[in-house]
């Protein structure tokens, strides 16, 4: 828990209330105020990880003036009120300035200290909540933590719609934190798509869902915040304001990730940028939402490369990485009995036609219009005139999803080349595609071949060897 300390010639500890429960509380409290999260409210740490006895500063920034109060929750449930406190009763701060929780010259500091029982790489919140007027919240004291979490939520909710008010949390983890660069906050958009408004467009069973649920198992400790889009819920406008939104809260040190698991092809380029970035190349690479459209021989309600371009350059974070578990091609292949692939089964039209041209990731190194946005990595589960497949069964996973998630699981050790003790998305990926390439080929008797865009050139590390 995090004790604010006096450094006055008494040396006097604040007070702070705080109710004392099990680990298992703190992931219940974080479900319970996560969805309170509301733009106007920036709150942040010099850094993701300190040390016992390491002195901690926050730093907020409202876009509004009014009355905030910051709570900490440790590794243990433990709930404690940082602001307003003994030196700072009042909680009214300005919009538009910057503050410092302690500030220069203050006496006293934030002093780090995980609860008995916390082990290395811990997590403690720190949660602000500002309100335009001033609304007393609770405090915790002899209150459940999560019957606290809920009460807070509740009176947030409850405001009328003219009282303006913000949320905003941040995470850091307990040390040692040597040996580990920072990887800041990792917020994750999963889009799984098997059911298709258009039933023409359906997988046999829900493949992509069973991606996404295994990535997530796999790599859940890697995510700090997770938003799944499934089926009907994968509109154009949802993906699109996923990226937006949710991902748009990534800050300079946090890396965004996206997932993509349903249909793709390759749609004739209309604006002419990919020939900018290769002569031969005429067509936009695309993604299909569940809403997708056929009509006239046209497709509607895609998502182009461009646009997916043009998003992520939006976005705030330091680093993304982008992957895709679709067809570029525009033609049905079918493997034999047990392997499907990626395909939309729509009639054959113009726009559609198979050309050797580009992937979904490289207008993010050439594109006149990606400019700022955050560093990719992308990580395709085909080439551009390639076929995607999958086990075909109901708990089967595409043939990428499996090579990678089993050397996550089974050889991180032999894919740790570089010998950090971690292994990297880059280093799964050069271990996993060659044994997609030759399953594909003996199996099937087709191409496969995965491909990886690193315009991060650092690795995204993942999982520790052991």
Known sequence: MLRELAVQILCLAL?????????????????????????????????????????????????????????????????????PNAFYSSPRINGGVTYSLPASGDPFRIVVQPPPGA?????????????????????????????WARTVRVQLESLPSSIWWASKKVEFRYGPCGGEESKGEVYALLVAISDYADDRNDLDYPISQ???????????????????????????????????????????????????????YHVRDK?????????????????????????????????LDDEICDTFASLRAGRAVLVFESCYSGTVHRGGEHYNVFSLPCPTMSELLVYPGGTMADDFSKSRSY???????????????????????????????????RVLEQFREEADTNGDGWVSLQEVFKLAAPAVSETIEEEVGEEQDPMMFDYIKEPVNVKKVR
């Open 371 to 405: 400019r700022g946005g955050p560093k990719v990595l992308a990580l395709e589960a085909c080439g551009p005139t390639q076929s995607a497949y999958y086990v075909n069964k109901p708990d089967g996973l595409s043939v990428f999803a499996f090579f990678m998630l």
């Open 15 to 83: 007070s702070l209330p705080f109710a004392v429960v099990s680990k298992a509380q703190q992931a219940a409290v974080r479900a319970i105020i996560e969805p309170t999260e509301r733009p106007g409210l920036e709150l942040w740490l010099d850094k993701d990880c300190y040390e016992a006895g390491e002195s901690l500063v926050i730093h907020f920034k409202s876009e509004k003036g009014g009355y905030l109060t910051l709570y900490s929750i440790d590794s243990a449930g433990n709930v404690s009120v940082l602001f």
């Open 271 to 303: 604006n002419g940028d990919e020939k900018e970035n290769d002569p031969a190349d005429r067509y936009d690479e695309i993604i299909c939402p569940y809403d997708i459209k056929v009509a006239s021989g046209k497709l509607t309600n895609v998502i």
């Open 119 to 147: 082990t290395p790489g811990d997590k403690e919140i720190i949660w602000g909540v500002i309100t335009e007027k001033q609304r007393p919240l609770p405090t915790a004291k002899g209150m459940d933590p999560e019957q």
């Open 210 to 264: 069973n991606i996404i649920r295994a990535y997530r198992e796999v790599l859940g400790k890697f995510f700090d915040h997770v938003k799944v889009l499934d089926d009907e819920e994968a509109t154009r406008s949802r993906i699109l304001q996923g990226i937006r939104g949710f991902l748009g809260q990534a800050g300079p040190e946090d890396i965004v990730y996206f997932h993509f698991a349903g249909h793709g």
